[in-house]
Nanobody, 127 residues
Framework: QVQLVESGGGLVENGGSLRLSCAVS????????MGWFRQAPGKEREFVAA????????SYKDSVKGRFTISRDNAKNTVNLQMNSLKPEDTAVYFC????????????????????WGQGIQVTVSS
């Protein structure tokens, strides 16, 4: 059974930084494309960032480009999201997700493409 566990969330001031990590167990980590999504109160879950199976390709939501960086360590079975210059509108529950290779796509940017999800972790940016 594949399990994803997020860590590193919390409360930070406007302009601050946080680093989220996601530890994956129960599967072959290098066979999963990885992604981060978020859901703010009253809003739908949205894509934030994604990284390919090997880590060679990434994709970002436009509003986080230049501020967030996704990375993966296939030796440690972890994926990270470094978040800098945080804004109050980044406040949300952040979810880590893993997707199996079922199409030609190597960077997965939509929820249905992911097969395993973490429980989510709160990130709050104060104004």
């Amino acid at each position: 059974q594949v399990q994803l566990v997020e860590s590193g969330g919390g409360l930070v001031e406007n302009g601050g930084s946080l680093r989220l990590s996601c530890a994956v167990s129960g599967g072959t980590f290098s066979s999963y494309a990885m992604g981060w999504f978020r859901q703010a109160p009253g809003k739908e879950r949205e894509f934030v960032a994604a990284i390919s199976f090997s880590g060679s390709s990434t994709s970002y939501k436009d509003s986080v480009k230049g501020r967030f960086t996704i990375s993966r360590d296939n030796a440690k079975n972890t994926v990270n999201l470094q978040m800098n210059s945080l804004k109050p509108e980044d406040t949300a529950v952040y979810f880590c997700a893993a997707g199996e290779r079922r199409t030609f796509r190597i960077v997965l940017t939509t929820s249905p493409e992911y097969h395993y999800w973490g429980q989510g972790i709160q990130v709050t940016v104060s104004s």
